[in-house]
Nanobody, 122 residues
Framework: QVQLVESGGGSVQVGGSLRLSCDGT????????MAWFRQAPGKERERVGS???????WIADSVKGRFTVTKDTNSNILFLQMNDLKFDDTAMYYC?????????????????WGQGTQVTVS
């Protein structure tokens, strides 16, 4: 059963913006850390941002000041606002979730993943 569905990817020029969404309403319950990861060809997967069930946010240094992670307060719908996009932001972006109260676990602990949405910056 697909529990996470991403949308909003696409092609954009350098300096442009995109907003990714992750529908996690099928997760059931609200005690989840939700996160965005990305992986470019030939590179390791990178956590971009995450948010706990208590709305504590973390964002990677590589995107700090340009990307913002938010979550709908009443549902498990996660967003990633990406501004001032750069060539290096080109990647497949994945939404992930893991049950956790008040914290986000290490990256390899996430067991629920979406299918990914491609972001291409040119």
């Amino acid at each position: 059963q697909v529990q996470l569905v991403e949308s909003g990817g696409g092609s954009v020029q350098v300096g442009g913006s995109l907003r990714l969404s992750c529908d996690g309403t099928r997760l059931g319950g609200s005690t989840y850390c939700m996160a965005w990861f990305r992986q470019a060809p030939g590179k390791e997967r990178e956590r971009v941002g995450s948010i706990t069930n208590r709305d504590m946010k973390w964002i990677a240094d590589s995107v700090k000041g340009r990307f913002t992670v938010t979550k709908d307060t009443n549902s498990n719908i996660l967003f990633l606002q990406m501004n001032d996009l750069k060539f290096d932001d080109t990647a497949m972006y994945y939404c992930a979730a893991e049950w956790a109260y008040g914290y986000c676990p290490k990256s390899d602990s996430f067991r629920r993943w979406g299918q990914g949405t491609q972001v291409t910056v040119s």
